[in-house]
């Protein structure tokens, strides 16, 4: 079972585009980017909507780290390392719950590109996720 620490979600209630903005940047220095600009400003704003509302209702950890992985993916709102910044994400989120991802490299890019190839759902991603998360350190 994740551990659902106050302090993880209140964290989380307090995301602000700035920070969304910075999972970007920060996920865009693995591997290659052609272009850091925002496509859909619109979609970067729900982002910081659904991870502080779900916060706000106190879902489980893993639930809020799929789907905000899940619609960045989907919705691409930057014009390149959306994959990236999503599971980025993810990790920013189980990260404020004292979480980390424990797989392979090419399990976790296999994972976030069937959210495109595939079509995997958010329930899938949050099983995936639940099955993974161990504590940090």
Do not use: C
């Amino acid at each position: 079972m994740i551990p659902r620490s106050p302090e993880g979600y209140r964290r989380l209630e307090q995301v602000t585009l700035d920070d969304v903005l910075q999972w970007h940047h920060d996920a865009s220095r693995f591997g290659e980017t052609w272009d850091l600009g925002v496509r859909e400003p619109g979609s970067l704003e729900y982002v910081v909507r659904l991870v502080r509302g779900m916060a706000a209702r106190r879902d489980r950890p893993e639930r809020i780290a799929a789907s905000a992985l899940h619609f960045i993916v989907a919705e691409h709102p930057f014009w390149d390392a959306n994959h990236r910044t999503g599971f980025h994400a993810a990790l920013v989120i189980l990260g404020a719950f004292g979480l980390q991802l424990e797989a392979t490299q090419d399990e976790i890019e296999r994972t976030v590109r069937a959210i495109d190839a595939e079509g995997l759902d958010v329930r899938a991603l949050e099983k995936w996720i639940q099955s993974r998360a161990v504590p940090t350190g």
